[in-house]
T-cell receptor, first 110, second 114 residues
């Protein structure tokens, strides 16, 4: 059975800290790994990582895919209170098949 | 471009009532889907569609129906609401054919069944 596991489940840090969120997966037909940020409403897309693009960066956020370890990390440097959200990892495990993890709830304290 | 539009944003139903959650997208996406999100459970797929006239079941389809008569619209029907269907529902679309295999989400519908 395909599955995606995220850790930690929740995290509390102070502004300025650096955080690392983890996502591991077991799927039979890996196509891509997706990271989303979910504040109060809809998940918003952050990154897509594939075999041909294993590292992505946007501002203070960066993500790496480790295909050997079947995992990915999402790094956030110099955290701000606006980074407080649930971060979702999903794996595209075939055409139109998306498997989501349960998410990591990040709270950044001022 | 409005993206993915869901209505209503909030709804309270009594047990046994039926209702339809609306979802529309204006991006000409081939794939549309419905998820429910419950605490500690992540996003679970209810139904999906890969084009007009084509629908299929996801992980948790019981108690829900869908149809896809047009590319733009993908309504989700609750046939006889139960308290276990209290959840936040998201509609999402994508189109790998356009090189867009990541999902675009609507803003969600918070449903409470009493």
């Amino acid at each position: 059975e395909d599955k995606v596991v995220q850790s930690p489940l929740s995290l509390v840090v102070h502004e300025g800290d650096t955080v690392t969120l983890n996502c591991s997966y077991e799927v039979t037909n890996f196509r891509s790994l997706l990271w989303y940020k979910q504040e109060k409403k809809a998940p918003t897309f952050l990154f897509m990582l594939t075999s041909s693009g294993i590292e992505k960066k946007s501002g203070r956020l960066s993500s790496i895919l480790d295909k050997k370890e079947l995992s990915s990390i999402l790094n956030i440097t110099a955290t701000q209170t606006g980074d407080s959200a649930i971060y979702l990892c999903a794996v595209e495990a075939g055409t139109y098949k998306y498997i989501f993890g349960t998410g990591t709830r990040l709270k950044v304290l001022a | 471009n409005a993206g993915v539009t869901q209505t209503p944003k909030f709804q309270v139903l009594k047990t046994g009532q039926s209702m339809t959650l609306q979802c529309a997208q204006d991006m000409n996406h081939e794939y549309m889907s419905w998820y429910r999100q419950d605490p500690g459970m992540g996003l679970r797929l209810i139904h999906y569609s890969v084009g007009a006239g084509i629908t299929d079941q996801g992980e948790v389809p019981n108690g829900y129906n869908v149809s896809r008569s047009t590319t733009e619209d993908f309504p989700l029907r609750l046939l006889s609401a139960a308290p276990s269907q209290t959840s936040v529902y998201f509609c999402a679309s994508s189109d790998p054919g356009q090189g867009l295999s990541f999902l675009c989400f609507g803003s969600g519908t918070r449903l409470t069944v009493v």
